[in-house]
């Protein structure tokens, strides 16, 4: 059982460029989302999902895409990305009748 | 919209003193309060939580307490030692209501040995 995962761990882009950041959990969790966390502002949802096939936008969705296509897997999207969304992004997914939220070990993005 | 305000932004003590960290909510449907803990590097982790029927709750040296009419809720860590040192979130969520997790914006603990 290997909880939340993320990949990669560390990403270096330019201004512009595209990428998808990987979230995947074997927990059977019907509850997916992604948080970015920038110094001094906590964590800020971005997009979450209560199941495959349903997403919808947080707090600061702008630039990000995602898609819910298993129940595993909730990737990231960044279309063209811009030196603001530097920031450590961290997955996390809980089951649909509990409360605790599991978080991924997080990717640190850097764009230049 | 929904906001949780966290003071202190930092926070210093002397191992073996307590420490408190203070939240406060804007929503009064939140029912779930949940404290995460961070190490340098690290992810999250849950360390405490309770919800909206509780008035506090205890594991060993960490405790919650809420007041729901005040809408705030606070963590307590007492004899506190060094791997303590972490940052600590609050969060507010109404569950099964709505998914989104409020978080604070955290509290930077140092415990000085």
């Known amino acids: 059982n290997a909880g939340v995962t993320q990949t990669p761990k560390f990403q270096v882009l330019k201004t512009g460029q595209s990428m998808t950041l990987q979230c995947a959990q074997d927990m059977n969790h019907e509850y997916m989302s992604w948080y970015r966390q920038d110094p001094g502002m906590g964590l800020r949802l971005i997009h979450y999902?209560?199941?495959?096939?349903?997403?919808d936008q947080g707090e600061v969705p702008n630039g990000y895409n995602v898609s819910r296509s298993t129940t595993e897997d909730f990737p990231l999207r960044l279309l063209s990305a811009a030196p603001s969304q530097t920031s450590v992004y961290f997955c996390?997914?809980?089951?649909?009748?509990?409360?605790?939220?599991?978080f991924g070990p997080g990717t640190r993005l850097t764009v230049t | 919209g929904e906001n949780v305000e966290q003071h202190p932004s930092t926070l210093s003590v002397q191992e073996g003193d307590s420490a408190v960290i203070k939240c406060t909510y804007s929503d009064s449907a939140s029912n779930y309060f949940p404290w995460y803990k961070q190490e340098l590097g690290k992810r999250p982790q849950l360390i405490i939580d309770?919800?909206?029927?509780?008035g506090e709750k205890k594991d060993q040296r960490i405790a919650v307490t809420l007041n729901k009419t005040a809408k705030h809720f606070s963590l307590h860590i007492t004899e506190t030692q060094p791997e303590d040192s972490a940052v600590y979130f609050c969060?507010?969520?109404?569950?099964?209501?709505?998914?989104?997790?409020?978080f604070g914006t955290g509290t930077r603990l140092k415990v000085l040995a």
């Open positions: 969060a507010a969520t109404n569950n099964p209501g709505t998914y989104k997790y409020i």
């Open positions: 996390a997914s809980r089951d649909g009748q509990g409360y605790e939220q599991y």
């Open positions: 309770i919800r909206s029927n509780v």
């Open positions: 999902s209560v199941g495959a096939g349903i997403t």
